[in-house]
């Protein structure tokens, strides 16, 4: 594996955001509609609480590589007591809802982290693919909403075991986040989990290991 001077590894995550261009993508199966469409379809009055929903697919290629992103999610039935909701109060969501953003490269061989400037094109294109296609035509229902985008990064060779934001992957998605997370209509709040990143609706309090975005 090419080593990454501690140098340019800080002067990359720093610029980080500053004037990035994501790659032009494409969908590669449903649109994020067909989530609504699912949805839609249950039946309210079973006992199951949650169903699973398309995962959705989309390709982009950068100079060194083709990437597949797959977005997997699913839905919470929510239930409500009209006794206990303030008068006048909007009325919640029917629906709330989970998805985790996993992309890598076409092909057997391992993809290694050895260019800074490629890896944050395409975080940025895999920000753009949830931001402005995901969340955008989401965001307009108002009888579901969601409430949870999951990321994990993948390791290097010898990081198994590190914390997620120790690895050289995990610093460089965890500023991403500090930096453009705030690009999610309303407010939303990072947590720092093992190996993963969660972004949850809402400000959170009462941990140290998340973030206000």
Known sequence: MKH???????????????????????????????????????????????????????????????????IGGYSEKQTYIPAFMKPGAKKPADFHVKFAVSFDVVGSEKEQMTNFGEQFRVISTVSDIVINDVMKELQDYEWFKVKEIHLAPKLEDGEEGKPIAQTKRGRLYLEYIKKQGRRLDGYWTAFIEKDTFILKDGKWSGTDKMIQL
């Open 4 to 70: 990454i001077p501690l140098f340019e590894e800080y002067i990359a995550i720093n610029e980080i955001g500053e004037g990035t261009t994501p790659f032009k993508w494409k969908r590669t199966g449903d649109k994020p509609v067909a989530w609504a469409t699912a949805m839609s379809s249950i039946d309210r009055t079973d006992g199951q609480q949650t169903h699973g929903l398309p995962t959705l697919s989309y390709e982009f290629s950068s100079d060194k590589a083709t990437y597949v992103v797959k």
